[in-house]
Each structure stands twice: as structure tokens, then as C-alpha cells.
T-cell receptor, first 114, second 113 residues
């Protein structure tokens, strides 16, 4: 079945540091890939979405490239701010799934200190 | 801007009680979902509901049941709660079944004593 792996449970950075969050996926289909972000006390919200291999998604300074060869969809940001502190989920969208169509990774908690 | 609303924000109850959580979406979407988020922030799909078609994740205990009056509402009822039901329950919607972008509510946190 489909799966998403985020190896980093927590990332701690200072403001203006470079952010890199690892994500790899496994599926037999051609999925849509997402990053969702969840701020404290809120539900997850869409950060960016990419539907085509080798394309890049960009939003609010974050970017991720859909790499079909390495089955990766890493999230990057050149310079983080304290307000970016949140949990980031790498998500695989697959219309062939019976329930829900989204497979969430385990999440990476980002803590940014001023 | 919030478009998926959940009530209550927080609920404390005792083992064996029945609880019900409400969810309403104002996006005009056809499909709604319930997820469970545990203390480690892991998200698991419980149900999806579209045009009176309910799809259940087979791992969900039978004491959980979704209830819908129309396509804008999908409530979650838990008969006889257990301690392991303590979690955040998140409601979401999408424009149609198979449309993969989902919009989430703020969640209802359940604590079972």
C-alpha cells in the first residue's frame, strides 16, 4: 500500500536558518504530493501541492520538488521565521485509495527560536 | 478564513459515556471526512462520506459512527467511550470524492477519564 516516510520527528532552528525536511514516499501510482502545516490549536492546512513529476511547488517561501526518480518530496525554505514553528506533514494523494485518498506522514515538528 | 467548523473545542467525559461531535462546512463541498490525531500527532482517516455513501476505515471500532443530515454536516458519535479514544478528532472536506485537496476544521479534543 501507499506510505510516506518522514524521518525527522523534530527540527530546531534559529531565525534565518535554512530549513530542510526530508520526505520519501512509496506508491504504485502517480500520486499528487502535498505539504500540510498545522499550527498549534488549529487543523492542518494546505501549504503546497504538486501534481506532476519534476515540478516544483512554491508557497510562502517554502518549496518542494516532486522527484519521481528518488520518490522524494523534500520541503525547503531559505530563511525560517519564528512564525514558521508548526508541525509539517508530507502527504500523498491517491484517488485509488478506498478511504480518504490522503496518506499522511508522521509529521515533523519545527521549532524556530528568535 | 475558517470554513470548516467543529464543536465543541474540548470535551472531558468518563469511560462508558456517549459523546457526539459536530462538524459543518460552508465550502459547498460534496465529501467530508473524520480523522483521529493521537498524542504523537499521527493522523489516521476514520471515515469518508459522499452523497450518502459512507466509507469506513476497517480499523475503526464499531462504537464510532458518523451521522449526516445533509452534505454540509457530518457529526461523529462515540457510543461508550474508552480511554484510548482520548485524541483530537479532525473533520475535513473536499469538493468531491477523489479530489485530493482537503480542508480541515480546528479539531475537537476529547479526554476520557
Amino acid at each position: 500500500g501507499d506510505s510516506v516516510t518522514q524521518m525527522q520527528g523534530q527540527v530546531t532552528l534559529s531565525e534565518d536558518d535554512f530549513l530542510f525536511i526530508n520526505c520519501t514516499y512509496s506508491t504504485t501510482w502517480y500520486p499528487t504530493l502535498f505539504w500540510y502545516v498545522q499550527y498549534p490549536g488549529e487543523g492542518p492546512q494546505l501549504l503546497l501541492k504538486v501534481t506532476t513529476a519534476n515540478n516544483k511547488g512554491i508557497s510562502r517561501g517554502f518549496e518542494a520538488t516532486y522527484d519521481k526518480r528518488t520518490t522524494s518530496f523534500h520541503l525547503q525554505k531559505a530563511s525560517v521565521q519564528e512564525s514558521d514553528s508548526a508541525v509539517y506533514y508530507c502527504v500523498l494523494g491517491d484517488e485509488t485509495q478506498v478511504v480518504g485518498q490522503l496518506t499522511f506522514g508522521s509529521g515533523t515538528r519545527l521549532q524556530v527560536y528568535a | 478564513e475558517t470554513a470548516v467548523f467543529q464543536t465543541p473545542n474540548y470535551h472531558v467525559t468518563q469511560v462508558g459515556n456517549e459523546v457526539s461531535f459536530n462538524c459543518k462546512q460552508t465550502l459547498g463541498h460534496d465529501t467530508m471526512y473524520w480523522y483521529k490525531q493521537d498524542s504523537k500527532k499521527l493522523l489516521k482517516i476514520m471515515f469518508s462520506y459522499n452523497n450518502k455513501q459512507l466509507i469506513v476505515n476497517e480499523t475503526v471500532p464499531r462504537r464510532f459512527s458518523p451521522q449526516s443530515s445533509d452534505k454540509a454536516h457530518l457529526n461523529l458519535r462515540i457510543k461508550s467511550v474508552e480511554p484510548e479514544d482520548s485524541a483530537v478528532y479532525l473533520c475535513a472536506s473536499s469538493s468531491r470524492l477523489g479530489e485530493d485537496t482537503q480542508y480541515f476544521g480546528p479539531g475537537t479534543r476529547l479526554l476520557v477519564l
